[in-house]
């Protein structure tokens, strides 16, 4: 896929990926000889080339490397992007790793620890140029959520519904439905309805409209006829007019503790 899009000369600026291919060194391999910069999520017991404070060059597995090299002020709190509860906030450090036993100044190792967990901890490998910041990493790692979500929204559209029976079938079925997909995110980026003026009775903006509430309002003005379109359109209304004041409740309650 990545050798396709490659010769069809389309801009990639990251490669995301989780640790299913993040700890296939052909793929990283390749996408560092064709100058694709990448934060691809890799196991923690993957082995990594450091240089200790003393000037040694160590290998040791990826979850070794905090207790070599960083300090509790190494870490800071970021988002790595916009959930429905708010900014998904983490503890982050990057670190600077040896490719070929050399420090080149573009590969490092960038750690996610949880906030309320702080043993709970995720690592990835990344190739970018040169004075990459660690806000620019954590953002291309945030960008992955993305695609969960185009996954998840996709699968209860019945993408993972299809029992194969050929690879030309399945194509197609799949073809289907991402077209279905994209007509639903087309119509989500049309709409555009300006942010109401807060009153006593609706403090918060009305939320954007999301697939799966185009979704249900096409199944009930569409698929049968609706009884009172009226009346489905008020209660869309109301419906992101109350995940709005959760998703500001989440986020005020998540920022005031941390």
């Known amino acids: 896929m990545m050798e396709r899009l490659h010769q069809a000369d389309l801009a990639i600026s990251w490669v995301v990926a989780d640790s299913v291919y993040g700890g296939n060194l052909d793929l990283r391999t390749w996408l560092e000889a064709?100058?694709?910069?990448?934060?691809?999520?890799?196991?923690?017991?993957?082995?990594?080339?450091?240089?200790?404070?003393?000037?040694?060059?160590?290998?040791?597995?990826?979850?070794?490397?905090e207790a070599l090299l960083l300090a509790p002020e190494d870490w800071q709190?970021?988002?790595?992007?916009?959930?429905?509860?708010?900014?998904?906030?983490?503890?982050w450090a990057?670190?600077?790793?040896?490719?070929?036993?050399?420090?080149?100044?573009?590969?490092?190792?960038?750690?996610r620890r949880s906030i309320s967990d702080p043993a709970e901890k995720t690592y990835y490998f990344v190739f970018a140029p040169k004075g990459t910041t660690l806000h620019e990493m954590v953002k291309a790692a945030g960008a992955r959520w993305h695609i969960e979500e185009d996954f998840a929204n996709t699968?209860?559209?019945?993408?993972?519904?299809?029992?194969?029976?050929?690879?030309?079938?399945?194509?197609r079925y799949i073809t289907l439905v991402m077209l279905a997909y994209a007509f639903l995110v087309g119509i989500c980026a049309q709409v555009w309805i300006p942010a109401d003026e807060p009153t006593p009775a609706a403090p918060r903006p009305l939320l954007p409209l999301t697939v799966a509430e185009v979704r249900h309002l096409l199944s009930h003005?569409?698929?049968?006829?609706?009884?009172?379109?009226?009346?489905?359109?008020?209660?869309?209304?109301?419906?992101?007019?109350?995940?709005?004041?959760?998703?500001?409740?989440?986020?005020?309650?998540?920022l005031e503790a941390g």
């Open 34 to 65: 064709h100058e694709y910069a990448y934060v691809l999520a890799v196991a923690c017991d993957e082995p990594v080339g450091i240089l200790t404070p003393e000037g040694e060059r160590r290998r040791v597995e990826v979850r070794e490397v």
């Open 77 to 91: 709190c970021l988002s790595m992007s916009e959930g429905t509860k708010g900014p998904r906030l983490f503890d």
């Open 94 to 111: 990057a670190v600077p790793i040896l490719d070929r036993w050399e420090d080149d100044g573009r590969h490092w190792l960038l750690l």
């Open 155 to 171: 699968k209860d559209m019945g993408l993972d519904q299809y029992e194969v029976r050929s690879w030309t079938a399945w194509y």
């Open 221 to 254: 003005l569409i698929w049968p006829p609706a009884s009172s379109a009226k009346l489905v359109l008020a209660w869309s209304w109301w419906r992101r007019r109350h995940r709005s004041s959760a998703s500001y409740s989440h986020t005020k309650r998540r």
